[in-house]
């Protein structure tokens, strides 16, 4: 009963450096999204996708990219980190006709 | 556009009292969907339950009840007899439209915390 995994589950980089969080489903969803979570603003939208070749931005794409090669799997890749993309990032996925989302565990990112 | 709207930022109650979390949403579209998440202590996001603007019933589950009012844009969520493992930061969440990829819009989080 997987769900929505996410690795790794923390992560410290340095500024400039640059990562890929992982995200997959067992779920055969069509929609998928990322959000980071900030104290006091709750979730926001970086990218999200409606199927696999098909990606989006979403409320905050700058610094980020993503990719959606398959129905399971939706990477997001930092390209040169930032203070500033210090933050918990959530993978969600759902199914296209029932429009409710589920979340993985989340990754907790520093940026020194 | 769309907005959601918790303006309690931490609520504190003792163990066994109710609890109303307020949730009052904006938006120009007629057909849109609102949620709740639960997020306990350990960071996951746990879905709770989704209502359409075409279904103003209150819905209970168990401790958990929804009031759902459009004539005042809310979506009230109230725990009855609260237990410590209620503790939790409380989302709710607004989408538009039918169809599609409808952009979730989250409110910035209700912190409860059930003291014992």
């Known amino acids: 009963n997987a769900g929505v995994t996410q690795t790794p589950k923390f992560q410290v980089l340095k500024t400039g450096q640059s990562m890929t969080l992982q995200c997959a489903q067992d779920?055969?969803?069509?929609?998928m999204s990322w959000y980071r979570q900030d104290p006091g603003m709750g979730l926001r939208l970086i990218h999200y996708s409606v199927g696999a070749g098909i990606t989006d931005q979403g409320e905050v794409p700058n610094g980020y990219n993503v990719s959606r090669s398959t129905t399971e799997d939706f990477p997001l890749r930092l390209l040169s980190a930032a203070p500033s993309q210090t933050s918990v990032y959530f993978c969600?996925?759902?199914?296209?006709?029932?429009?409710?989302?589920?979340f993985g565990a989340g990754t907790r990112l520093s940026v020194l | 556009a769309q907005k959601v709207t918790q303006a309690q930022t931490e609520i504190s109650v003792v163990e066994k009292e109710d609890v109303t979390l307020d949730c009052v949403y904006e938006t120009r579209d007629t057909t849109y969907y609102l949620f709740w998440y639960k997020q306990p202590p350990s960071g996951e996001l746990v879905f709770l339950i989704r209502r359409n603007s075409f279904d103003e019933q209150n819905e209970i589950s168990g401790r958990y009840s929804w009031n759902f009012q459009k004539s005042t844009s809310s979506f009230n969520f109230t725990i009855t007899a609260s237990q410590v493992v209620d503790s939790a930061v409380y989302f709710c969440a607004l989408s538009e439209g039918y169809g599609g990829y409808q952009k979730v819009t989250f409110g910035t989080g209700t912190k409860l915390q059930v003291i014992p």
């Open positions: 779920m055969n969803h069509e929609y």
């Open positions: 969600a996925s759902r199914n296209r006709d029932q429009n409710i989302q589920y």
